[in-house]
């Protein structure tokens, strides 16, 4: 009896840790951002907030300095990039969107394909596909370098688009036939008979069962172009296509830097996709399941 | 029985066989379909690949743009017999073994915690999300504010439960500062894996545990002759995506720690980026990335295989 307590105890405590490990992180940067610099740069520095403010965000959001940063000192241009934190998460935004919309429509259409047909070249095109994905980004950043700019395209969103679109197809195409390929047939076969064309099965017949491995799909393809930095890093240079990535980094790595202004402008940047990953969770753990777990 | 097994376990990676061979107009419907992601694809992988030979196997050097002689291999052994090649190369082994190792072990122990019953295991499921959505040089800026030398929480926490007696810089220190780097990976990526393994462990029949509880089993050989085989396959996935992964890390290089200190953290992708975007060598960085490439895809093809020979012997 006593033993089982020690045990449970024991378990809660290993949980308690494991709590802090994950949210700690995220948690601590949520307290920087109602602090102000001075109280942040202390040693040590105050973990309990003695004035907890909302300053920062207003600063990143209005881009006008409250009275409260009069006697700070800022830490001069680079913190000012974390000001534009707002136009980056729109191009953020847009390019995550966008990327998210075509390979959905262009993933879905051919995996079904590659999950139901059989011709010549299946095989082939779809190995193809998948390894084009095992060469490391870094691998072939110049080339994408050139071909963006021969295309005219560098600085701008389509740019990141038609790269990202380039890089989660192959995911996405995987994921997809995978799930296609657990459907049952007896429906899909049904509307045939009752003489609907393939694209009509797949939009009337099939799409609306797999609703669910298309959100996932629609998840990880958010996310990944939502968080990719390598690209968006030298793809761009100008707030017109920068993303929140860029800005914050920009932001960050530098020694003057003001944490408390980058804190809330982080805050900002990874509230959208935590709100997303616990909307989605569902999507995302039977994604995960079925990819995965069989 | 075995067949039907061995394809079973091999889903995620084959492509099934399809029912219908269609003719005539289906069979333009299967091109026509598959054809925008073949173009969107071949366009970034073709065509580079091809330039990235190019470029590798002659001189170009921004400094000097318009002398471009072909030098075949020539890049790619000036690169392989440099100090800092192999100085990377064994920076990115060392930071690659250690990442596998933790997250592995990470996804492993951390999945049979959240199996438990209990609100708390309830929340952590939830919360484990949170890391997994959090883009990954966020998770690097956080990471170095935490650790910072003069200001950082941790720091602090450590010197207040007397675990250290005074601020360690680990930036500074060559051994500390590729740890941060692996626990901000195992913080990031571990998630993930955990994730993975937990949805295995709940496709686990409840009875074969109970069956093993009355045969008067230990707790460890369950693990061992049930959960493990169940979990092999998908620990096999992790294993590729996390060598890969940590093969080609970059981003967490890039925002915490610039390489440092010296060449410290300096992986095999962040020595390319220096060699194409501050050396401005555009050969020797494309023959540093075929490097990169080859290894990266050879590795995959090593640890598909095993997982068929695993699917076939299992």
């Known amino acids: 009896m006593i033993r089982q307590r020690l045990i449970d105890a024991g378990m809660t405590a290993v949980g308690l840790v494991l709590a802090l490990f994950i949210l700690g992180p995220i948690l601590w940067m949520l307290d920087s951002s109602v602090q102000l610099d001075r109280d942040l740069f202390t040693v040590p520095p105050r973990v309990i907030p003695q004035q907890p403010t909302l300053d920062n965000y207003r600063y990143v959001i209005t881009r006008t300095p409250p009275k409260s940063y009069e006697r700070v000192t800022m830490g001069g241009r680079v913190s000012g990039e974390a000001l534009s934190i707002l136009p980056a998460l729109r191009n953020s935004f847009i390019v995550a969107s966008s990327v998210t919309a075509v390979v959905l429509a262009v993933g879905a259409v051919a995996a079904y394909t590659y999950a139901r047909l059989q011709f010549a070249g299946r095989d082939l095109t779809y190995a193809f596909i998948l390894t084009s994905r095992l060469i490391p980004a870094i691998s072939v950043a110049i080339p994408v370098f050139v071909i963006i700019d021969r295309l005219g395209l560098l600085d701008s969103h389509l740019a990141l688009i038609v790269v990202y679109v380039a890089f989660i197809l192959p995911f996405t195409i995987w994921f997809l036939t995978q799930y296609f390929g657990y459907l049952p047939r007896d429906i899909e076969e049904a509307a045939l008979l009752d003489g609907c064309t393939r694209f009509g099965t797949l939009r009337r017949v099939v799409v609306p069962i797999v609703a669910p491995g298309l959100a996932a799909a629609a998840a990880f393809a958010f996310m990944g172009a939502y968080s990719e930095f390598l690209y968006a890093l030298f793809l761009t240079r100008t707030i017109a296509a920068k993303t929140a990535p860029v800005v914050l980094v920009a932001t960050a790595i530098n020694f003057d830097v003001s944490f408390a202004l980058a804190s809330a402008a982080l805050i900002l940047t990874i509230v959208p996709p935590i709100i997303f990953a616990l909307v989605f969770r569902k999507f995302i753990t039977r994604g995960m399941l079925v990819g995965f777990g069989r | 029985m075995a067949r039907a097994n061995s394809?079973?376990?091999?889903?995620?990676?084959?492509?099934?066989?399809?029912?219908?061979?269609?003719?005539?107009?289906?069979?333009?419907?299967?091109?026509?379909?598959?054809?925008?992601?073949?173009?969107?694809?071949?366009?970034?992988?073709?065509?580079?690949?091809?330039?990235?030979?190019?470029?590798?196997?002659?001189?170009?050097?921004?400094?000097?743009?318009?002398?471009?002689?072909?030098?075949?291999?020539?890049?790619?052994?000036?690169?392989?017999?440099?100090?800092?090649?192999?100085?990377?190369?064994?920076?990115?082994?060392?930071?690659?073994?250690?990442?596998?190792?933790?997250?592995?072990?990470?996804?492993?122990?951390?999945?049979?915690?959240?199996?438990?019953?209990?609100?708390?295991?309830?929340?952590?499921?939830?919360?484990?999300?949170?890391?997994?959505?959090?883009?990954?040089?966020?998770?690097?800026?956080?990471?170095?504010?935490?650790?910072?030398?003069?200001?950082?929480?941790?720091?602090?926490?450590?010197?207040?439960?007397?675990?250290?007696?005074?601020?360690?810089?680990?930036?500074?220190?060559?051994?500390?500062?590729?740890?941060?780097?692996?626990?901000?990976?195992?913080?990031?990526?571990?998630?993930?894996?955990?994730?993975?393994?937990?949805?295995?462990?709940?496709?686990?029949?409840?009875?074969?545990?109970?069956?093993?509880?009355?045969?008067?089993?230990?707790?460890?050989?369950?693990?061992?002759?049930?959960?493990?085989?169940?979990?092999?396959?998908?620990?096999?996935?992790?294993?590729?995506?996390?060598?890969?992964?940590?093969?080609?890390?970059?981003?967490?290089?890039?925002?915490?720690?610039?390489?440092?200190?010296?060449?410290?953290?300096?992986?095999?992708?962040?020595?390319?980026?220096?060699?194409?975007?501050?050396?401005?060598?555009?050969?020797?960085?494309?023959?540093?990335?075929?490097?990169?490439?080859?290894?990266?895809?050879?590795?995959?093809?090593?640890?598909?295989?095993?997982?068929?020979?695993?699917?076939?012997?299992?």
């Open chain 2, 7 to 314: 394809r079973q376990r091999l889903g995620p990676l084959i492509l099934g066989r399809a029912t219908a061979r269609p003719r005539g107009r289906l069979q333009w419907y299967a091109y026509l379909s598959i054809l925008p992601a073949l173009c969107f694809v071949a366009l970034f992988a073709v065509y580079p690949v091809a330039f990235s030979v190019r470029l590798a196997t002659h001189r170009y050097v921004l400094t000097d743009p318009h002398n471009h002689p072909f030098e075949g291999l020539r890049n790619v052994a000036e690169v392989l017999g440099s100090y800092y090649f192999r100085r990377a190369g064994l920076t990115t082994l060392t930071f690659t073994a250690s990442v596998v190792a933790s997250v592995l072990a990470f996804g492993v122990t951390v999945s049979h915690y959240l199996n438990r019953p209990g609100r708390l295991a309830g929340f952590l499921r939830v919360a484990i999300l949170l890391p997994w959505a959090i883009p990954v040089v966020m998770a690097g800026i956080i990471w170095k504010w935490i650790f910072n030398g003069n200001y950082g929480v941790l720091n602090a926490l450590l010197v207040s439960l007397g675990l250290i007696p005074s601020y360690v810089s680990w930036f500074g220190n060559p051994i500390l500062a590729p740890l941060t780097l692996v626990i901000a990976h195992v913080w990031k990526w571990g998630p993930l894996a955990a994730i993975m393994c937990l949805a295995t462990l709940q496709a686990v029949p409840r009875d074969l545990y109970e069956s093993a509880h009355i045969d008067g089993g230990s707790g460890w050989a369950a693990f061992r002759y049930i959960t493990l085989p169940f979990l092999r396959p998908t620990l096999l996935i992790l294993l590729i995506l996390e060598t890969v992964g940590g093969f080609v890390t970059f981003d967490l290089v890039y925002v915490m720690t610039g390489g440092g200190p010296g060449d410290a953290t300096s992986l095999l992708s962040w020595f390319a980026y220096a060699e194409i975007f501050r050396f401005l060598d555009l050969g020797k960085g494309a023959a540093l990335a075929f490097i990169i490439a080859a290894v990266t895809l050879g590795l995959s093809l090593v640890y598909v295989r095993l997982l068929r020979l695993e699917a076939l012997y299992s």
